[in-house]
């Protein structure tokens, strides 16, 4: 088994993700961190023959993230999870549930959403 760490900017985030799935790896997952320079950090996982690999994303806080749901569709939970709990937004969703898919209401604030040191 190996592991591969590739950072990647947001503009290149889907054509990566569309060679990966050509070159036949399945999505597995991603994880999103607060970074203490006020934005966040996703971390795409895929494999293939039990190769993995990782696309590495720093956000800015405010800026949007271009959904993986149209090239994997089953991202499309996760990324309405990590809106959820952190208040990053992703772009075309192919099912948006608005932040409320483990919240009641958008007007909660997103539980992991604060910035280390502000308010801790």
């Avoid at 990782?54 to 996760?78: C, D, K, M, T």
């Avoid at 932040?99 to 502000?118: A, H, I, N, V, W």
């Amino acid at each position: 088994m190996s592991d591969e760490m590739i950072p990647s900017a947001i503009e290149q985030l889907i054509p990566e993700t569309i060679r990966l799935k050509n070159e036949g790896y399945r999505f597995v997952t991603l994880t999103c961190s607060v970074l203490p320079e006020e934005g966040w950090q996703i971390i795409y996982t895929f494999d293939r023959d039990y190769e993995m690999v990782h696309l590495s994303l720093n956000i800015p806080r405010g800026q949007e993230v271009p959904s993986l749901s149209p090239v994997y569709w089953a991202a499309f939970l996760v990324e309405n999870e990590i809106q959820d709990l952190f208040g990053l937004r992703f772009q075309a969703l192919t099912i948006d549930y608005q932040r409320t898919l483990y919240l009641e209401d958008q007007t909660q604030e997103p539980p992991f959403g604060r910035q280390p040191g502000k308010g801790d």
